[in-house]
T-cell receptor
Framework: DTGVSQNPRHKITKRGQNVTFRCDPI?????LYWYRQTLGQGPEFLTY????????KSRLLSDRFSAERPKGSFSTLEIQRTEQGDSAMYLC????????????FGSGTRLTVV | DQQVKQNSPSLSVQEGRISILNCDYT??????FLWYKKYPAEGPTFLIS?????DKNEDGRFTVFLNKSAKHLSLHIVPSQPGDSAVYFC????????????FGKGTKLTVNP
């Protein structure tokens, strides 16, 4: 198992464009999380899947953001009509309960909106 | 509001000495606490955790202490090594449910040879 894989590693886009990120979790993990980290801050929770069901979304996740996890495997995070404030590191993590073993994070996708 | 606070943005220690990283939390409902280490251009890596029913957990050179009455936890690294230089994040969660993590802003540890 190669851990949690995120693609692309870097994305530069123009304001107003749509972007999509992919996350491939550890295969036996049924939980998948998306976090966002901006400069000087810790990761902030965006959304959570258990298998294919999206069970929780943060109020940080505006209508321009959508996440899916078809068939409970990989997940995609799409941002529509990107804004400069969307520039951040987007982190994906997976786990199997209980979470006291800690999540496994991917290396993240760094989004820059110009 | 910041529910998990790491008030020291940075810490510098000499190799071989003890590193103490501190974390405070405000939500008394948190019942599990974790420390993550992050190197540049990598995702956070789980380091050590502690349940609210304990006051200490040890794993090799790393020990986490929890003081529930003070809503304070600390990570001790003994002895510190240059490879420990990284950003350390404190995180808290509620067991059961989504178990989403609430992170502090992090403390950058530099261990000087």
């Amino acid at each position: 198992d190669t851990g949690v894989s995120q693609n692309p590693r870097h994305k530069i886009t123009k304001r107003g464009q749509n972007v999509t990120f992919r996350c491939d979790p550890i295969s036996e993990h049924n939980r998948l999380y998306w976090y966002r980290q901006t400069l000087g801050q810790g990761p902030e929770f965006l959304t959570y899947f258990q298998n294919e069901a999206q069970l929780e979304k943060s109020r940080l996740l505006s209508d321009r953001f959508s996440a899916e996890r078809p068939k409970g495997s990989f997940s995609t995070l799409e941002i529509q009509r990107t804004e400069q404030g969307d520039s951040a590191m987007y982190l994906c993590a997976s786990s199997s309960p209980p979470a006291n073993y800690g999540y496994t994070f991917g290396s993240g996708t760094r989004l820059t909106v110009v | 509001d910041q529910q998990v606070k790491q008030n020291s943005p940075s810490l510098s220690v000499q190799e071989g000495r003890i590193s103490i990283l501190n974390c405070d939390y405000t939500n008394s409902m948190f019942d599990y606490f974790l420390w993550y280490k992050k190197y540049p251009a990598e995702g956070p890596t789980f380091l050590i955790s502690i349940s609210s029913i304990k006051d200490k957990n040890e794993d090799g050179r790393f020990t986490v202490f929890l003081n529930k009455s003070a809503k304070h936890l600390s990570l001790h690294i003994v002895p510190s090594q240059p490879g420990d230089s990284a950003v350390y994040f404190c995180a808290a969660t509620f067991q059961g449910g989504s178990e989403k993590l609430v992170f502090g802003k992090g403390t950058k540890l530099t261990v000087n040879p």
